[in-house]
């Protein structure tokens, strides 16, 4: 995190399966020069964040489910960001072509 939007994050609170994890961010820079207006209260103005991280995620082929779960702006103690892998069965559901062949090539290998 830090190299790619110079924010520095400790990951934390693994779930069981060792596969989800949250970030908390030491610093949010999108904070320093924000104040919400109570109209806004709903805005969830750290989800750039998120998105980057998703995004980046994805380059890798790695979906994840990515929230800010805490966000100082909105009052909390800390800037937390939480990581969860998408099931087996939604990543099926968006299969490509390419992907299917694939996927079938392999089930077919482990079981001849």
Known sequence: L??????????????????SFSLELKDNPLNDYVELPEALSGLNYSSIIAGAIRGALEMLQYRAKVEVVKDTLKGDDKNEIRVEPVSYTHLRAHETGRNLVCRLLLEKKKNP
């Open 2 to 19: 830090p190299m790619f939007l110079g924010v520095p994050a400790d990951v934390t609170n693994f779930n069981e399966k060792d596969n």
